[in-house]
């Protein structure tokens, strides 16, 4: 079992920058961010691997950007020239095997982007 804490989230206006961090007790093949807008399904934004491979969505491609440090087991996500549709509940996900499922999942942060 693996647990991710994530921290980071908070309230800014369209145009701003925040950056979500991600704790995991223990090592993984594959880190994620998914996120949740309110009465929407979820949506995956980006994931980075072992070999430090990174991909992203449509939606944030140019905009974030996902890392990690391996030795401190922590995911970063740097969000820049947020959108009011950037709000919602932000998850990370991790998995000792796939990028393309994960089987472990923190509770979430909450982003807001208000003006």
């Known amino acids: 079992q693996v647990q991710l804490v994530e921290s980071g989230g908070g309230s800014v206006q369209p145009g701003g920058s925040l950056r979500l961090s991600c704790v995991a007790s223990?090592?993984?093949?594959?880190m994620g961010w998914i996120r949740q807008a309110p009465g929407k399904e979820r949506e995956w934004i980006a994931s980075?691997?072992?070999?430090?491979?990174?991909t992203y969505s449509d939606s944030v491609k140019g905009r974030f950007t996902i890392s990690q440090d391996s030795a401190k087991n922590t995911l970063y996500l740097r969000m820049n020239s947020l959108k009011l549709e950037d709000t919602g509940m932000y998850y990370c996900?991790?998995?000792?095997?796939?990028?393309?499922?994960?089987?472990?999942w923190g509770q979430g942060t909450q982003v807001t982007v208000s003006s």
């Open positions: 980075v691997d072992t070999y430090n491979t990174t």
């Open positions: 223990g090592r993984v093949y594959c």
């Open positions: 996900a991790a998995d000792r095997d796939y990028c393309s499922r994960f089987a472990y």
